[in-house]
Antibody, heavy 127, light 112 residues
Framework: QVQLVQSGAEVKQPGASVKVSCKAS????????INWVRQAPGQGLEWMGW????????KYAQKVQGRVTMTADTSTSTAYMELRSLTSDDTAVYYC????????????????????WGQGTLVTVSS | DILMTQSPDSLAVSLGERATINCKSS????????????LAWYQQKPGQPPKLLIY???TRESGVPDRFSGSGSGTDFTLTISSLQAEDVAVYYC?????????FGQGTRLEI
């Protein structure tokens, strides 16, 4: 059974950075991409971006582009999401989710559906 | 970006009755080269991460009860729960993965 275990809750001051980890087990890490999705309190789901763990190709949502970096360590089957210059609007539960990777001839690799999810990491930004 | 709009925002259905949730995309999510609709459905219960129910618009994920079904093509999709059970109370989201950014509907809250 696929497991994604995320790091614990974080409290950060405005302007700081946070790095959330997502450790995968019981599957071949490089066979699936890792997406990062966040959910503000009482709100819906917002896709932040994706990393193709096979070749480290990343795609970020425009809203966080320039502030986010997604990486993957294949030696430990762990993905990371770092978000910088935090504001109160970044307060949310952050989820990692693994899923199949598709391929378009014209545009290359892309994320498909989000098949397995981590338990979530609450990041609170407050002074 | 492709806008996903679900209807209704909330829904109350009696136990054993049918529940229907609609999802409309602002652009076509059917890829004609493989005739697949790049549309998934998720269920989220309070305090839990979302759970994949349906992908490719109508393929049920392993372990998902067969009372859940997905239909539709192009821009209009439907999630149907044929006979509502108490454990189906949740928020349901549709999602397109036809193009990045991946986008979700706003969610539909299903109650008894």
């Amino acid at each position: 059974q696929v497991q994604l275990v995320q790091s614990g809750a974080e409290v950060k001051q405005p302007g700081a950075s946070v790095k959330v980890s997502c450790k995968a087990s019981t599957y071949t890490f490089t066979n699936y991409g890792i997406n990062w999705v966040r959910q503000a309190p009482g709100q819906g789901l917002e896709w932040m971006g994706w990393i193709n763990t096979y070749n480290d190709y990343t795609k970020y949502a425009q809203k966080v582009q320039g502030r986010v970096t997604m990486t993957a360590d294949t030696s430990t089957s762990t993905a990371y999401m770092e978000l910088r210059s935090l504001t109160s609007d970044d307060t949310a539960v952050y989820y990692c989710a693994s899923g199949p990777v598709g391929y378009y001839e014209k545009s290359g690799y892309y994320p498909e559906y989000l098949q397995h999810w981590g338990q979530g990491t609450l990041v609170t930004v407050s002074s | 970006d492709i806008l996903m709009t679900q209807s209704p925002d909330s829904l109350a259905v009696s136990l054993g009755e049918r529940a229907t949730i609609n999802c409309k995309s602002s652009q076509n999510v059917l890829y004609r080269s493989n005739n697949k609709n790049y549309l998934a459905w998720y269920q989220q219960k309070p305090g839990q991460p979302p759970k994949l129910l349906i992908y490719w618009a109508s393929t049920r994920e392993s372990g998902v009860p067969d009372r859940f079904s997905g239909s539709g093509s192009g821009t209009d999709f439907t999630l149907t729960i044929s006979s509502l059970q108490a454990e189906d109370v949740a928020v349901y989201y549709c999602q397109q993965y036809y193009t990045t950014p991946v986008t979700f509907g706003q969610g539909t809250r299903l109650e008894i």
